[in-house]
């Protein structure tokens, strides 16, 4: 115990690994037990179409969101002048200005997108929620500086704290208007309850508006490539409902969500560790640099690889379960959902540990060449599926758009020497029998599903 309790003490990277992977795992965990807990109560206060209204407003969000992402925080995290104060001004006056304009955009697209999903309570819902962009413009980038140098505790703290106030604020609403408006307005108010606690609690000077020219070039020349992949990072993640919400009726796209919520976690776990925890570990230690710095990632790798994996491998096998013990029966559809989501995931989680290399490299152009690749595979092998086998066709679609997509990322990966190739065999090896096992349990309700 001493032996283990020695290995988070100190400064060291390793102790820094461990104790923000702690943070990290723990902090998501219990952010995700917290939505689960939420979800069980809202969907019993509310109705599942509330469910399909509020998901495609979260999608619209996210994609004004993504579709200018410039990078500022990866830029910091990567940057030589990440901690230089006049940096972090210009980037966080960047960051501002972009939330305004996220703001402007919702209310301007409001009426056309009410209009295409033929939803007209999505003309008023979109810019009351558009609100939250423009007040989590002005998150200070102390956030950053904490994710650069793995000092994840307190962030991780604040962070659950505005999520159960956003929580509290949701159920009561839910119970008192009955209406899909108590999940709007508990979204703005927890994006200002998270904005206070940044700014009270957080250590590190407070930012100022400030503009320095050098400042500036350097993040948009790392920036102009993360704009473009995040633009094809959305369409990677997110084709599936923007098409989905359209194939599906609202109250079935709602279901649909909730068997998403629950497959993606371990994904989604994944992909928070990668940006906030091995960003900086490649960036201290390049993995192109000396087999001892390969190795000591290789092991980080292989130990991130098998909690996701192993983790994926439980909810795909347990899906159907996992619906019948938490919710009514108008959510049974879920399960057969949760079985294959999960499932077609494992290809993505096993190359997880490779996405952000090629960032904290400095080298945003590969990073969007791969996204580039994903999104037009995500995208194709979505249509195609749809057309073959509706939403079931669908999603076997997606599980072999990111097998199909790894071609790309050992290129990528190589290119910072940080491709794995036994870590890739095993997980391989590990993922197919699991795939096997969770379809073979489940077969009658992946058959049900199927037929729809």
Wanted: charged fraction near 15%; aromatic fraction near 10%.
């Amino acid at each position: 115990m001493d032996g283990l309790a020695a290995r988070f003490r100190g400064g060291s990277l390793n102790a820094r690994f461990m104790r923000s992977s702690v943070f990290t795992l723990g902090g998501y965990g219990l952010g995700q037990a917290l939505r689960l807990l939420s979800n069980l109560l809202l969907t019993r206060l509310l109705f599942p179409e509330a469910f399909g209204m509020m998901a495609l407003v979260a999608v619209i969000m996210q994609g004004l969101a993504m579709f200018s992402d410039v990078g500022v925080s990866p830029a910091i995290m990567q940057s030589k002048r990440g901690d230089d104060q006049r940096f972090l001004d210009t980037a966080w006056t960047i960051q501002v200005i972009r939330g305004g304009l996220l703001w402007a955009v919702a209310c301007v697209i409001a009426i056309p997108v009410a209009a295409l999903y033929e939803e007209p309570l999505l003309a008023w819902i979109l810019p009351c929620a558009g609100i939250s962009l423009l007040i989590a413009g002005f998150n200070p980038t102390r956030i950053d500086t904490a994710n650069r140098h793995l000092l994840l505790g307190r962030i991780t703290a604040l962070d659950l704290l505005s999520q159960i106030s956003g929580i509290a604020i949701a159920v009561g609403l839910a119970w008192y208007l009955q209406s899909v408006w108590a999940l709007v307005i508990s979204g703005v108010a927890a994006s200002v309850i998270l904005l206070a606690l940044y700014m009270v609690f957080l250590p590190g000077q407070r930012n100022r508006f400030h503009w320095e020219r050098a400042a500036a070039d350097e993040l948009i020349s790392f920036g102009k490539w993360i704009f473009l992949s995040t633009i094809c990072g959305f369409l990677y993640m997110q084709s599936d409902k923007l098409l989905l919400g359209k194939y599906l009726p609202l109250d079935q796209f709602g279901i649909y969500n909730i068997g998403f919520f629950l497959a993606s976690f371990p994904l989604l776990m994944g992909g928070v560790m990668t940006r906030k925890v091995l960003i900086p570990v490649y960036r201290e230690r390049p993995p192109s640099e000396s087999v001892e710095n390969f190795r000591k990632l290789q092991k980080m790798r292989f130990l991130l690889t098998a909690a996701i994996v192993l983790l994926t491998g439980m909810v795909s096998v347990m899906g159907v379960v996992l619906i019948d013990l938490l919710y009514d029966p108008r959510y049974a559809m879920a399960g057969a959902v949760v079985v294959l989501i999960a499932a077609m995931q494992i290809p993505q989680i096993i190359v997880l540990t490779y996405e952000q290399a090629a960032l904290a490299a400095g080298d945003s152009r590969r990073f969007f060449v791969l996204s580039a690749a994903r999104a037009v595979l995500t995208v194709g092998f979505l249509f195609a599926g749809l057309a073959w086998g509706g939403l079931f066709g669908a999603l076997i679609g997606q599980g072999l758009a990111g097998v199909a997509a790894y071609p790309f990322v050992v290129w990528m990966a190589r290119r910072v020497g940080a491709w794995d190739p036994k870590h890739d065999a095993v997980y391989g090896i590990v993922g197919l029998a699991i795939i096997a096992i969770a379809l073979w349990l489940n077969a009658e309700a992946l058959a049900e599903l199927a037929a729809l």
